[in-house]
């Protein structure tokens, strides 16, 4: 549904009046992503992107099984080469190792270090105040119906 859509000649149009799903989408991400690169920043954590949080969130709620790159693609929804350099990314910052398994040499799991599971419990409060702060005046059930609607948005776009 689009009630209003501003005219490309026109700049006094503000973000909120846009009723695209499309461009609120990315204008919440970008908002988001503002508020927890600061938040990190403010707590310490200078150069850690959004992904590299949800990333060490991820492997240290999975601790107890092996996690492969592909498991981090399919969880994120994100392509090979992103998680790759990513990963690299993260690896050079001391924050996860690759490590072979027994069974197949070949393959990789992706662990955290010391300085990663660190990481992951400071920032578990960081996460805990982004979600109230995100959330705030924001009703149990329109949470609920907000959570609906992104499932069936996210199925409409497999």
């Known amino acids: 549904m689009i009630d209003k859509?501003?005219?490309?000649?026109?700049?006094?149009?503000?973000?909120?009046?846009?009723?695209q799903v499309g461009?609120?989408?990315?204008?919440?991400?970008?908002m988001f992503r503002r508020n927890m690169e600061a938040h990190f920043r403010k707590s310490g954590f200078e150069?850690?992107?959004v992904i590299n949080v949800w990333i060490i969130e991820y492997l240290s709620h999975n601790d107890n099984r092996?996690?492969?790159?592909?498991?981090?693609?399919?969880?994120?929804?994100?392509?090979k080469s992103s998680i790759a350099?990513?990963?690299?990314?993260m690896?050079?910052?001391?924050?996860?190792?690759?490590?072979?398994?027994?069974e197949d040499a070949r393959l990789?799991?992706?662990?955290?270090?010391?300085?990663?599971?660190?990481?992951?419990?400071?920032?578990?409060?960081?996460?805990?105040?982004?979600?109230?702060?995100v959330s705030a005046g924001i009703s149990e059930e329109d949470m609920n119906h907000f959570f609906d609607v992104i499932k069936k948005m996210q199925e409409n776009l497999k």
């Open 5 to 19: 859509v501003c005219d490309m000649e026109q700049t006094t149009c503000s973000c909120s009046e846009v009723k």
């Open 23 to 30: 461009f609120q989408l990315k204008v919440l991400d970008l």
């Open 47 to 49: 150069g850690l992107s």
């Open 66 to 79: 092996n996690i492969f790159q592909k498991d981090i693609e399919k969880r994120f929804n994100i392509g």
């Open 85 to 89: 350099g990513t990963l690299k990314g």
């Open 91 to 102: 690896e050079e910052k001391g924050l996860v190792v690759r490590q072979s398994v027994e």
């Open 108 to 133: 990789k799991r992706v662990c955290l270090t010391d300085k990663g599971r660190e990481y992951a419990c400071k920032m578990e409060q960081g996460k805990r105040d982004m979600e109230q702060k």
